[in-house]
Nanobody, 124 residues
Framework: QVQLVESGGGLVQAGGSLRLSCAAS????????MGWFRQAPGKEREFVAA????????YYGDSVKGRSTISRDNNKNTVYLLMNSLEPEDTAVYYC?????????????????WGQGTQVTVSS
């Protein structure tokens, strides 16, 4: 059983940056593909980014592509999401998730473990 704990959310002005962190425990971190999703009020949970086991491949949702960078430190069992040029539309709860092997990486159903989420609020 993998436990995931997100941190780093908060209130930021439009145009600013945030780095989210997700610390994993209870499993072999390098065995999992790690992803970030977000959910705004009244909307479905949306894929943000994912990174493969060794970090050699990364994937981004269209809404954050070019403004965000996902990375991981397998020695620290932590995955990060750096978001730049934040917009009010980025306001959401951001969730960290982990999955095993399998081609699908952008759907919530592909992920086995989830964190509790961290709130990101971008003011205009």
């Amino acid at each position: 059983q993998v436990q995931l704990v997100e941190s780093g959310g908060g209130l930021v002005q439009a145009g600013g940056s945030l780095r989210l962190s997700c610390a994993a425990s209870g499993g072999t971190f390098r065995d999992y593909i790690m992803g970030w999703f977000r959910q705004a009020p009244g909307k479905e949970r949306e894929f943000v980014a994912a990174i493969t086991w060794g970090g050699s491949a990364t994937y981004y949702g269209d809404s954050v592509k070019g403004r965000s960078t996902i990375s991981r430190d397998n020695n620290k069992n932590t995955v990060y999401l750096l978001m730049n040029s934040l917009e009010p539309e980025d306001t959401a709860v951001y969730y960290c998730a982990a999955k095993g092997a399998g081609k699908t990486i952008t759907t919530t159903s592909a992920y086995n473990y989830w964190g509790q989420g961290t709130q990101v609020t971008v003011s205009s």
